[in-house]
């Protein structure tokens, strides 16, 4: 199993353009994260590159063959999203079950008796239906369907929301513990970056339709900085950087810096801390790029 | 059984036993209470058979139409979001439609022929051939309803109104169309061919709206 690429992607509805020329290679083996804002084209790029929504320019291949209406690569690929409660005339009133017949029944590589492992750990009600489940039951379930597909390219989007605390730290450590056997790749769209980050090996950043960021996570971090100190020192330290969301407090100033590469220490007296994903992310999308 | 296609199809030929039973279940709740009210009347079994027969026709009709409308928006969305493709999902709900409407015809035609009620035999065919194109056209109502919302439900009602009150006022004022003055065999071959014609129009139509479609 190699890539799973998208090349010049563009979708639009209607007037509003929701990606712009969006290249991306997810290679295999790897927890990527996919973070951004809510209406940056997350989940738009997720089902475009999983056939689920048909882009209007661009192409998406695994392996160099094209993924829409193909058998062999739609056979590799799970992209388990959120299952809706409520249907066009009524409830949703299909049963817990009923969910994981089909997923049986449509994903290659099913695997029943993780399924129903998964089920009895996560607490969940087989005969209950979709229309009655609570926001963490339904996260629950996507899960479930996510991690018993078995497919070689796994996309969660939005895994956690509803979950509690407990849950979550559940999910993740399912997560680690399957990519550690069986190395599959996982895509992991969330909104609660900080206690996800420590999962991503890579972190792709979308933002108005394009893709701001793909990078190892650790690697980025290396050169992310908290610089803070007096207003005049910091802005001669970090002079000719890339700075994100000057905040002034009196006379001290604070700002995130992005540097190209990690750098052995900024000149002048000045506070340096190193920068949590979380953090790095607003301040990134707060106010935008601005050089100091 | 393991290419994509062949479950996918199994899958929608199960959801069609599936609403077989369903509306049979209905079905038997009606003969119980047919039974029951048709207790005085001369010929029970004759009674209860016809109304069996009649109602399997309607049932086929409007049942058939109604989950088709469902499906792009619930089972067909399900089954893509699960990594189906377009093509296996118009043809499983062909199938699915042809396993109820078979199944529903054969009961009826089973019907006539052990109760001798073979004078529905023609009622039942002109009932399967409305159960076919409604189904049809119910599918891409369904796409249109995923696309545009509920209104395009709102419209048709109104559409379908207007039509009512049409075809009412021509049998009420007596106006004789120029299909009626035809012989009966002559009339049944134009509707038999229209009715297929009808209906590969809007599977046509409905494929055209499968290729496009997207997970909700």
């Known amino acids: 199993m190699g890539t799973l690429s998208g090349k010049n992607i563009v979708k639009k509805y209607g007037k509003d353009t929701v990606l712009k020329n969006v290249d991306i290679d997810i290679e295999t083996g ?10 940056a084209g997350k989940t738009t790029l997720l ?5 689920q929504n048909p882009a209007t320019e661009g192409t998406v291949t695994l392996d160099g063959k094209p993924v829409w209406e193909n058998e062999e690569a739609l056979s590799h690929i799970c992209y388990s999203r959120e299952i809706p409660q409520v249907t066009m005339f009524g409830p949703n009133t299909l049963k817990v079950k009923d969910y994981l017949k089909t997923a049986k029944v449509f994903y290659k590589y099913w695997d029943e008796e993780y399924a129903k492992e998964l089920v009895k750990l996560f607490n969940l009600d087989a005969k209950k239906k979709v229309s009655k489940l609570s926001k963490g039951m339904l996260s ?18 939005e895994p956690v929301a509803g979950l509690d605390v407990v849950a979550r730290e559940q999910f993740y450590k399912l997560v680690i513990d399957e990519y550690a056997q069986t190395g599959r790749t996982f895509i992991i769209s969330t909104h609660i970056i900080e206690e ?4 991503f090996e890579e972190v792709i950043m979308l933002d108005e339709g394009q893709i701001v960021l793909k990078e190892n996570t650790e690697e980025l971090l290396s050169r992310a900085y908290r610089v803070s100190g007096e207003t005049e020192a910091v802005d001669t330290a970090v002079e000719g950087y890339k700075v994100y969301h000057p905040e002034s407090i009196g006379r001290n100033k604070v700002v ?34 601005k050089e100091a | 059984m393991n290419s994509l296609s062949a479950r996918t199809r199994k899958y929608y030929f199960l959801a069609g036993l599936k609403l077989f039973g369903y509306v049979a279940a209905v079905q038997l709740l009606l003969v119980v209470e047919w039974i029951f009210f048709g207790a005085e009347e001369a ?9 069996i027969i009649t109602f399997n026709a309607m049932f086929m009709v409007l049942f058939n139409m109604m989950f088709a409308i469902y499906g792009p928006n619930w089972y067909d969305s399900m089954v893509l979001s699960m990594g189906a493709r377009r093509r296996d999902v118009f043809w499983g709900q062909l199938i699915k439609q042809c396993t109820y409407v078979g ?29 076919m194109i409604l189904g049809a056209l119910g599918l891409a109502i369904g796409y249109k309803v995923k696309k545009y919302g509920k209104i395009v439900i709102f419209i048709l009602l109104i559409i379908v109104g207007v039509q009512a009150g049409i075809w009412g006022f021509v049998l009420a004022a007596g106006i004789k169309l120029p299909i009626s003055s035809l012989n009966s065999y002559i009339m049944l071959s134009i509707i038999g061919v229209g009715a297929v014609v009808v209906f590969t129009l809007l599977e046509l139509w409905a494929y055209k709206l499968n290729q496009k479609c997207m997970v909700n």
């Open chain 1, 30 to 39: 790897k927890i990527y994260g996919l973070i951004g804002r809510n209406g």
């Open chain 1, 47 to 51: 089902s475009i590159l999983t056939a």
């Open chain 1, 140 to 157: 629950s379930l996507t899960i479930i369907i996510a991690l018993a597909s078995k497919a070689d390219i796994t996309i969660l989007d």
């Open chain 1, 196 to 199: 996800a980050a420590s999962l």
């Open chain 1, 256 to 289: 995130t810096v992005l540097a190209d590469e990690p750098i052995e220490g900024f000149d002048g007296d000045v506070q340096v801390e190193p920068v949590a994903l979380q953090n790095l992310f607003y301040a990134m999308c707060v106010d935008g790029r």
């Open chain 2, 43 to 51: 010929d029970i079994v004759g009674y209860v058979s016809q109304n």
């Open chain 2, 103 to 131: 199944l529903s015809t054969i009961l009826s035609i089973v019907l006539c022929v052990v109760f001798k009620h073979e004078n529905f035999m023609g009622y039942t065919i002109v009932a399967v051939a409305a159960a």
